[in-house]
T-cell receptor, first 113, second 116 residues
């Protein structure tokens, strides 16, 4: 089956800098994408989602960008804080499919003081 | 508080000893699912349920069983656990719409299982 993957397994950024976490997907039929944050010892928590009819969606300090041409998704975190240190997962889905989200392997974000 | 509750948080067992991990949600969600999380492999779906008495296999169902007798509960059963089932397990739920789940999944805090 097709899979969702991440370019880098780890990312370190200075506190206050912006973070960019990338994700490549291969299923061209996927039309819904979502980012989750998983802190140590906790379950994944929803951050932001985007549908394929959009290129960009903004939340509080986070922005998701979708480039359907190259099947690429990114999560931008503005003014990264120590509390942002976590593993970030992207996931994809085909709307209307009985199957739920297909997850990537995750990127560990570490915020340096 | 809306939540997905799993128990236990940690479990150590021996090969072949049947065990059950419980999952309960209080959000009246139709859809529930179990995932296992292994280093470098991300979250892989074991089983899912679209509603009461409706269950189906995910990507890695071998060695697991589930049941959905009530809407709020979705236990994961390992009839004869083996060491390769040592993993971090997550239960998740979401609203459903007909035969399809809504996208936003809510996750439990996880169960770390070690099979010796």
């Amino acid at each position: 089956g097709e899979s969702v993957g991440l370019h880098l397994p780890t990312l370190s950024v200075q506190e206050g800098d912006n973070s960019i976490i990338n994700c490549a997907y291969s299923n061209s039929a996927s039309d819904y994408f979502i980012w989750y944050k998983q802190e140590s010892g906790k379950g994944p928590q929803f951050i932001i989602d985007i549908r394929s009819n959009m290129d960009k969606r903004q939340g509080q300090r986070v922005t998701v960008l979708l480039n359907k041409t190259v099947k690429h998704l990114s999560l931008q975190i503005a003014a990264t804080q120590p509390g942002d240190s976590a593993v970030y997962f992207c996931a994809e889905k085909v709307t209307g499919s009985a199957r739920q989200l297909t997850f990537g392997s995750g990127t560990q974000l570490t915020v340096l003081p | 508080e809306a939540q997905v509750t799993q128990n236990p948080r940690y479990l150590i067992t021996v090969t072949g000893k049947k065990l059950t991990v419980t999952c309960s949600q209080n959000m009246n969600h139709e859809y529930m699912s179990w995932y296992r999380q292994d280093p470098g492999l991300g979250l892989r779906q074991i089983y899912y349920s679209m509603n009461v008495e409706v269950t189906d296999k995910g990507d890695v169902p071998e060695g697991y069983k589930v049941s959905r007798k009530e809407k709020r509960n979705f236990p994961l059963i390992l009839e004869s656990p083996s060491p390769n089932q040592t993993s971090l397990y997550f239960c998740a739920s979401s609203f459903g719409q007909g035969k399809t789940p809504r996208e936003k999944l809510f996750f439990g805090s996880g169960t770390q299982l070690s099979v010796l």
